[in-house]
């Protein structure tokens, strides 16, 4: 009798932009711009992006497998953290004369990038964790709300670490509020703003996986990473095999 896994259409695709975004907006973030008044990283405008890919993962595909793709994010993000200080350090060609230019741009500090790096965990752990809790709690109701909320929790955890660790020493605690009030601000109307694409992403993504996971003994270690729901170490022997433990009635 051999084993069947559950495979699935566009997990590894929705991983792989997930990862490019997290990256893309590190790079942004060198700039920082004010809009409208408010004052915020240049990846702020890219950055909320993951948190609603982080949203569509854990609605559709569990907790277990989100907690895979954020943590392949960070391990691109360190990556590219150390190439680009790799780069940095080599000597530039003689001919060549944006060293300058080359680390004011794109470069970032070991406080920083820590402080960024956590931040990030924390923030999409939070964030996949609230989602996946309020959807049991919730028994799938309320999907709009669930998104909101775990944004809301999620993105404050975020900019308070990257903040109070990367720039508690550079502005005052004035500064700092109006910065984290803005940068979080941003982040949150910028997950309401997409909820008419999210809503209809993730309904469709239900629809032609035909998967909509309830994480009902599901392992939230986030360091757990070789724990797995019943149903994901389900052994299927059947296509017509009967409902799996994890979803709801």
């Known amino acids: 009798m051999q084993s069947i896994q559950k495979s699935y259409k566009f997990l590894v695709p929705i991983a792989g932009v997930f990862g490019a975004l997290l990256v893309i907006s590190n790079v942004l973030s060198s700039k920082i711009v004010s809009v409208a008044g408010m004052t915020f990283p240049g990846g702020a405008v890219l950055f909320p992006l993951t948190y609603v890919f982080g949203d569509v993962l854990t609605e559709v595909y569990g907790y277990s497998n989100a907690r895979k793709v954020i943590w392949a994010g960070f391990v691109g993000a360190i990556l590219w953290a150390i190439s680009y200080w790799t780069v940095a350090a080599l000597p530039a060609a003689s001919f060549w004369h944006n060293q300058e230019a080359f680390e004011r741009v794109l470069g970032m500090g070991p406080r920083l990038a820590f402080a960024g790096m956590l931040a990030y965990l924390v923030g999409e752990f939070i964030n996949s964790f609230i989602v996946a809790r309020m959807k049991v709690y919730l028994q799938g109701r309320y999907l709009s709300a669930r998104l909101i909320l775990s944004t809301i929790v999620g993105q404050a955890l975020d900019t308070s670490i990257v903040l109070a660790l990367a720039f508690s020493s550079v502005f005052s605690v004035e500064q700092l509020l109006e ?70 009635p």
Do not use: C, H
Request: proline share 6%.
């Open 179 to 248: 910065m984290g009030l803005s940068l979080w601000a941003v982040k949150v109307v910028w997950e309401v703003l997409a909820l008419p694409l999210t809503l209809p992403a993730i309904r469709w993504l239900k629809r032609v996986e035909e998967e909509d996971f309830f994480d009902t003994s599901t392992n939230f270690n986030p360091f757990a990473l070789g724990a797995e729901s019943r149903y994901n170490n389900q052994v299927v022997t059947d296509s017509r095999a009967s409902t799996p433990s994890n979803r709801t």
